[in-house]
């Protein structure tokens, strides 16, 4: 069940990306940031009232944590990454979102404790040779003049390492903080941030000649990604080490680079296909590397005690 919800939340953040192109065809990248994470803080707004007693008895170390994520981890890199998706594409976000998982395992490792194994380095390696190729088509634009994308790409790549501190900052605090609660204080801590920041730009009056689809990919954005994904990242992380998380990552590219070509009409080209492959040699490094940690019967053993229920 674990694995199959580290797939799922995966594949709906590699969703994400494609998603954002369509509403960008309709919103700015400020309009959008705020909208998104309004609509999200409406989903989330009756679960942090119905837990006001449990948050009320939370550590300032765990607001501390929270505050960081919300800010450092989620609304930043959002706002970098609609940002840089604008100069650049979706399936460039969804690729160079492969920097996340390796500052994962590297934070993790300094900071968090956690024991770099061979198998867990295979499954890294090969993830991030696979998003670079995509991202790169090849050696050849490494070496090469910078595009006029650069700028574009440099903000995606920084949106990944940023992502990172989503799940280095938040698994200390899932030591204490319901997984639920967690993803919804975070969220409503981001928008605030974000509507301090874009409410003076917000052009509200453009919002309504947006369109049907970028309406429809801001709800999807809202309620697939920042709820039921969020949500579902951090049940995950309240069980298991950031770092066998961060290995399905790489889920995302292939997601975001099959629904870039499907609904932005952005090329796969051989590169593509190929740097596909090594991110799902990855994505099988990292699913034995949990089987071998699993106990009796295919259930993962327990990082933790459950964080404590309400009374």
């Not at 919103?27 to 942090?48: C, E, W």
């Not at 799940?167 to 941030?193: C, H, N, Q, S, Y």
């Amino acid at each position: 069940m674990t694995a199959f919800l580290l797939v799922l939340t995966n594949a709906i953040g590699g969703s994400t990306y494609p998603a954002a192109g369509v509403v960008l065809r309709g919103f700015s990248q400020k309009d959008a940031l705020f909208l998104r994470l309004a609509l999200a803080s409406v989903l989330f707004s009756p679960f942090v009232w119905r837990a006001r007693r449990r948050l009320s008895r939370l550590r300032e170390r765990d607001w501390a944590l929270m505050l960081g994520v919300g800010v450092l981890g989620y609304a930043l890199p959002l706002g970098l990454g609609l940002y840089g998706q604008s100069l650049s594409s979706a399936t460039s976000a969804s690729l160079l979102i492969g920097v996340e998982p390796v500052s994962i395992v590297a934070l993790s490792c300094l900071f968090l404790g956690e024991r770099m194994t061979a198998l867990k380095g295979a499954a890294l390696a090969a993830g991030f040779c696979g998003a670079a190729l995509i991202a790169f088509q090849g050696l050849s634009p490494i070496f090469g003049a910078p595009s006029g994308r650069l700028v574009g790409d440099l903000l995606l790549a920084a949106q990944g390492a940023f992502w990172s501190l989503y799940t280095v900052l938040g698994k200390p605090a899932l030591e204490r903080v319901e997984p639920m609660d967690m993803t919804a204080v975070t969220t409503l801590i981001a928008f605030a941030a974000t509507a301090a920041w874009a409410a003076p730009g917000l052009s509200a009056s453009a919002w309504r000649g947006a369109g049907l689809g970028p309406w429809a990919a801001l709800v999807y954005l809202a309620a697939g990604g920042s709820f039921f994904g969020a949500w579902i990242w951090n049940a995950v992380l309240s069980r298991v080490e950031p770092s066998r998380s961060a290995n399905y990552i790489f889920l995302q590219p292939l997601v975001g680079a099959a629904l870039g070509a499907g609904l932005l009409g952005e090329r796969i080209t051989g590169w593509t296909a190929a740097g596909g492959v090594l991110v799902a040699a990855g994505m099988w490094a990292a699913s034995r590397g949990e089987a071998a940690s699993a106990g009796v019967g295919g259930q993962l053993a327990p990082e933790r005690e459950a964080p404590q229920q309400a009374a």
